[in-house]
């Protein structure tokens, strides 16, 4: 008899960018690549280890593909503390706001960190140029599941 340990972890992050006046203009589904440095972050929490849980969201301009060795993003532009955080059996539910004046530009990574600096980074991805203008402003959804 077999049988299957294995551990998967994935992500999906949904991002909505809304006018001056609320209007939802664009919105985005996209996949996430868990760092190894998250990892590790995960395996030391079931070990008791005192980190600090994941609190920031980060966004940025740089494009540079995603990588397992990643603890940045490339071109960090902004970062907020979460709005909320939700874990539902085996998924862990993320959300923070970026909003008027908060991370404009031609927006195109993101990630997850326990810190408003020099955090531990959870996850991170890039993704088409989503063009945040002055006024606008954006909510990201990033669901983690483990499987």
Not at 95 to 112: D, M
Request: a neutral charge; hydrophobic letters at 45%.
């Amino acid at each position: 008899m077999a049988f299957n340990n294995e551990v998967k972890l994935t992500g999906m992050l949904t991002i909505n960018r809304f006018d001056s006046t609320g209007a939802l203009v664009e919105s985005v589904e996209h996949k996430n690549l868990i760092v190894t440095n998250g990892k590790n972050f995960i395996a030391s929490r079931m070990a008791g280890t005192t980190s600090a849980v994941m609190s920031h969201m980060a966004v940025g301009t740089g494009t540079t593909a995603a990588g397992v060795t990643d603890t940045a993003l490339n071109t960090q532009t902004a970062i907020v503390a979460l709005t909320s955080t939700t874990a539902t059996d085996n998924t862990v539910t993320y959300t923070a706001t970026f909003g008027a004046g908060v991370g404009t530009g031609a927006l195109t990574e993101a990630g997850i960190f326990n810190a408003a600096s020099a955090g531990t980074m959870l996850c991170r991805t890039v993704f088409p140029t989503i063009n945040k203008q002055a006024a606008d402003s954006i909510s990201i959804t990033w669901v983690v599941t483990i499987s």
